[in-house]
């Protein structure tokens, strides 16, 4: 599945983005869907991830209480909403895709096997 991830843009710390992500296959709603990051100089981590159903999800620590993920499978759309953003939270974001049997979530990079092209967030202070 092809994905293209957008959304992102310069914030203030304290300030909200949301970023979107859509997904080229009719299919989508048998994937399990994720969003990692990845700063210069560092490994792409994981943020969150939602499964097929969107019913489950799961957050790093550094973003639980402050980001969202949701998905609209009528719409092949993945959503992160963004909240008080931090200036760590700087990095280049990008979704992820993998087909999932059971309504479950994955955290590795390893687990996903389509990659959207990334959407840059930069906070300020």
């Known amino acids: 599945v092809q994905l293209q991830a957008f959304g992102g843009g310069l914030v203030q710390a304290g300030g909200s983005l949301r970023l979107s992500c859509t997904a080229s296959?009719?299919?989508?709603?048998?994937?399990?869907m994720g969003w990692f990051r990845q700063a210069p100089g560092k490994e792409r981590e994981f943020v969150a991830a939602?499964?097929?159903?969107?019913?489950?999800?799961y957050y790093a620590d550094s973003a639980k209480g402050r980001f969202t993920i949701s998905r609209d499978n009528a719409k092949n759309t993945v959503y992160l909403q963004l909240n008080s953003l931090k200036p760590e939270d700087t990095a280049e974001y990008y979704c992820a895709s993998t087909w999932a049997y059971s309504d479950t979530y994955f955290r590795r990079v390893s687990d996903y096997h389509s990659w959207g092209q990334g959407t840059q967030v930069t906070v300020s202070s």
């Open positions: 296959r009719r299919t989508f709603s048998r994937y399990a």
């Open positions: 939602t499964s097929k159903s969107g019913h489950i999800t």
